[in-house]
């Protein structure tokens, strides 16, 4: 696997995980998908790994998009279904 692989594997799964997110109907599926993009972000600060400056800026573009769009919907939930209520 090349150094280009792996930077466009991070970049396609936080974006697939992105419109994921958006696309989410539940509050533990837009937590999931939130997390997933972290995920994504957090290996691209990895030392060594091959992965570019343009791919790190590229996931923490899609992470802040995430986290907007994660705060937004996240108000749109009563308490009660945050903790498994009705």
Do not use: C, H
């Not at 995980?17 to 989410?24: F, H, M």
């Not at 939130?34 to 060594?48: H, K, M, Q, R, T």
């Amino acid at each position: 696997m090349s150094e280009t692989d792996i930077n466009q594997i991070l970049v396609n799964g936080a974006s697939i995980s992105l419109q994921n997110l958006k696309r989410a109907r539940s509050y533990e599926s837009l937590l999931f998908y939130y997390a997933e993009i972290s995920v994504y972000l957090e290996v691209s600060l990895s030392e060594g790994a091959g992965i570019s400056d343009w791919s790190r800026a590229t996931l923490s573009s899609l992470f802040a998009e995430a986290a907007e769009e994660f705060m937004q919907r996240k108000r749109s939930y009563s308490p009660a279904s945050l903790v498994g209520g009705t």
